[in-house]
């Protein structure tokens, strides 16, 4: 829950660190920016923190905040979704199923992998390999006794890599060019006063009702769909202005940055190779399976390899939307992925005969 009061304290107490943090990460994206790079406001200041939490500097993002920057972004994709969304729904069956074959077959060769070569017993194996998401992977690896550690590790060392490879390679090898605008190109005066309280509390009911669904990432999926059920509708056409947009992914990209203040190179040691290896051949999975579904079906390469890339909800989704992609398209496949393998979870315990650790039975 989000306590005012502690986060203020909290924030207070560590206003030196977070004020270094942003002008860190503000100067990576005002580099990247420079450099016509894809997603300055959010790869810009994962690359300056995480250089600077290896050179030393104490780095702190609070991940409450990143959370109201994820609702913000939640919002600005709702706006996206277009009026056509269901005639779209019915083209998606081929990629669909695509993905879940995908699922399958990726995490069983890279749990191979982690098995033959990294050492892995078997639950710390499958649960870095599962592309679930960094807190849903590493909190069910813990309950069934695997190395809780490791596997959060690999899984933030996975969405990095596909967080920053994608855009590079469509930039660099795709000849992809950043427009320079950060989300729609609004400016404030765009949007009417009037109508900020509206998108707010549209925004707190989505999220609250996602939450009570049991929804993952609630404060994504919740003003995503609330905003846009009325975008698809074509009842409202709001747009965000792209000074809240900039924010939202320098604090995202800062704070992805700032967990590898916990990771020390000295202690991992040839684990981080083996995560970058299991990285690499996730993403170039999901780039083959994207091929081959775009090839029998009319669905952009774009949308299929960041709907089949093993990144998170919001990551892939900033990705998409600075990329020209379909967002609707990008968080319906990670949503059924997510779910899919998280329904996989007591299916693969139950094959390989795996127990909740002690202190975690019911």
Known sequence: MFNISIHAKELGEHRGEFLVTLVIALAGALLFA????????????????????????????????????????????????????????LKWLPSVVAILINVVITTAIVMAYFRLFAGHDPVTAYFSAAPGGLIPMTLMGHHYGGDERLISIIQSIRLVMTVITIPMAFRFLAGYEPDGTVGTGASL???????????????ILGYLAARRMRLPVPQLLGPMFAIGILSAAGLAEWQIPDGPVAFAQLVIGARIGATF??????????QLIHAVIGSIVMIATAVLFAWLTTSVSKIPMLALILAFAPGGFAEMAIVGFGLGADIAFIVSHQLIRFFFIIGLVPIAARI???????????
């Open 189 to 203: 005066g765009d949007i009417d006063v009037v109508d900020i309280p509206i998108v707010l509390a549209l925004a």
């Open 261 to 270: 203040r916990n990771i020390k190179v000295k202690t991992v040691g040839i």
């Open 34 to 89: 420079e450099l016509r790079l894809p997603l300055p406001w959010m790869l810009g200041p994962l690359f300056t923190t995480i250089i600077a939490v290896m050179l030393g500097v104490k780095i702190w993002m609070p991940e409450w905040m990143r959370s109201i920057m994820i609702g913000v972004l939640g919002v600005l994709f709702g706006t996206a979704i277009s009026p056509d969304l269901a005639e779209q729904m």
């Open 352 to 362: 390989m005969k795996l127990q909740p650790a002690q202190g975690h039975r019911v």
